[in-house]
């Protein structure tokens, strides 16, 4: 409920309580959403690094761990590969473990596509439901919060939580953060 309270220095949270929301924050980077029927919630934080080290399967094999199979995921609004320009060398780097991400900015420099390496660990994963929400943020300033466009710019916030019951039931008070809502192990530490 306060900003206090929220778990903080990593990329990823799962939960399999009920009525828990998690929530990812982001400007530039890949928010995931991840939803395991019957099982629990999750959210992932997706950025360069977090991709790299993968933070995006490791917070699927905490949620539903060796069958992914029922997992459904959506992938937010990010920085696309028409404007996530980066050094060549980066670049090159980069692909070379993730194939997937290889892509060239609209005006022809190396760049990133960070939504498309995510959808390729998912995939690899097992997960079969991916849905895409959004676009380039840095393309759509009015629309979404982009740090490469604007540096003081907002966050937009993925929400998800694993409801107990009807959507039409009588709402109750959020429980707060529960211990077992923890950090993914393997979740590289956030960085400013």
């Known amino acids: 409920r306060r900003a206090e309270d929220a778990i903080a220095g990593v990329d990823a949270l799962v939960t399999t ?3 828990v929301a998690l929530a990812v924050l982001v400007a530039d980077c890949v928010p995931v959403l991840l939803a395991a029927p019957g099982v629990g919630v999750g959210v992932a934080h997706a950025g360069r690094r977090g991709v790299a080290a993968g933070v995006v399967p490791a917070a699927v ?7 992914a199979s029922d997992v459904v995921a959506v992938v937010g609004p990010a ?4 404007c996530y320009e ?5 670049a090159a780097d980069f692909t070379a473990a993730l194939p997937a991400a290889a892509a060239t ?3 022809g420099t190396p760049s990133l596509d960070l939504r498309a390496a995510v959808s390729a660990q998912l995939e690899a994963a097992g997960v079969t439901r991916i ?3 959004g676009g380039c943020t840095r393309c759509n300033p009015q629309r979404w919060h982009s740090h490469r466009a604007d540096p003081t710019s907002g966050r937009q916030a993925g929400v998800i939580v694993r409801r107990s019951r ?3 039931a009588r709402p109750q008070p959020s429980p707060g953060v529960s211990r077992s809502t923890t950090p993914v192990p393997g ?6």
């Open 187 to 192: 979740s590289p530490p956030r960085r400013p």
């Open 79 to 82: 920085i696309g590969a028409c």
């Open 86 to 90: 980066v050094d060549p060398d980066l």
């Open 61 to 67: 094999r905490a949620l539903a761990g060796d069958d």
């Open 17 to 19: 309580d009920p009525d």
């Open 166 to 168: 009807r959507l039409d």
């Open 105 to 107: 900015t609209a005006w």
């Open 131 to 133: 849905s895409h929400v």
